[in-house]
């Protein structure tokens, strides 16, 4: 209790203070201050370093863009293929590549896309995605190759790469997770990885014309990738 001036009727009063039992006292002293919480250790990556290919049965990219301002449209891209050369005692050292099929888009829309569409020569709305807007004829695959890692965490980093779309390459920067490293897999003789990624794009910088969809597209990428030992298969 910190006093500046005591008169002295308020003398008296702190006199009687002074006299009261010391585990009162006790209490009316402020906690000391407790001991910060220790911080749980990372759990190790003890996934060894070598050449992991993604898992299809377990991959997923999803994609949204803005439609009419109204809403944010999602849809997937299905038919992913992946390489990392994984390094867990020099992350910055990790290669990403990837290759998506164009013609593997998968959206919510409604089978009876021929009847609201008339005249259209595609039996889904999917199939017209990627012939009109992906050009899947004509660009058979999008591509991505790593050239450069950036650790930002114990986990994280920052994945740069050139995207090929459309004919068109441009860099582009991925926000990446590692969620999990395991020396072997539970159902396998091999290692186990898998990653989170983040990304968004322009679709005018690929050279694809403005409509009633926003330029912007955002997607997300999950994944299990496997160590390549000769005579693995993928999980199940």
Known sequence: MKIGF????SAIVLLAACNKPAEQKAAAAPDAAAPAAAT???TPITAPAGVYKLDPNHASLVWSLSHLGLSNYTAKLTKIDATVNFDPANP?????????DPRSVKTDYPANYRETHKGTKYASFDEAIGADFLKA???????FVSTKVEQTGDRTAKVTGDLTMLGVTKPITLDVTLNGALAKHPMMPVGAIGFTAT????RSDFGMAAGPVGDAVKFTFNGEFLQQV???????
Do not use: Y
Request: net charge negative.
């Open 137 to 143: 004829a004509e660009f058979p695959s999008i591509d």
């Open 92 to 100: 910055t050292a990790i290669k990403v590549t990837a290759r998506v």
């Open 6 to 9: 005591i008169s002295a009727a």
């Open 199 to 202: 990304g968004a794009l322009n």
């Open 230 to 236: 000769e005579g693995s298969a993928p999980a199940q």
């Open 40 to 42: 749980a250790p990372a």
